[in-house]
């Protein structure tokens, strides 16, 4: 017996909620590997910046220790 207009409603109906849940959860796995990458992103950057303020005190104790001397005048 083949299914009636009401049984192939039904099972598509039931097919679109399956898929729309489907979708929401990739898209809540994706979500959250973002978050991840986000993360690691700022902890590189808080790297990157500690590193950029090692070097700019190295620059300024570099240019104080060579620094050339005022001559002077006779």
Same mark, same amino acid.
């Given at each position: 017996m083949?299914? $009636?207009?009401?049984g192939?409603?039904? @099972?598509?109906?039931? &097919?679109? %909620?399956? &898929?729309? @849940?489907?979708?929401?959860?990739?898209? @809540?796995?994706? =979500?959250?590997?973002?978050a991840? %990458?986000? %993360?690691?992103? $700022?902890?590189? &950057?808080?790297?990157? &910046?500690?590193?950029?303020?090692?070097? $700019?005190? $190295? =620059?300024? !104790?570099?240019?104080?220790?060579?620094?050339?001397?005022?001559?002077? !005048?006779?």
């Amino acid at each position: 017996m083949p299914l $009636e207009i009401q049984g192939v409603t039904l @099972v598509i109906i039931v &097919a679109t %909620l399956a &898929a729309i @849940v489907y979708s929401l959860r990739i898209l @809540v796995l994706l =979500e959250r590997r973002i978050a991840r %990458l986000d %993360l690691n992103i $700022e902890k590189m &950057a808080g790297v990157i &910046a500690k590193e950029e303020f090692k070097i $700019e005190r $190295e =620059e300024v !104790r570099l240019a104080k220790a060579f620094k050339p001397k005022a001559r002077k !005048r006779a």
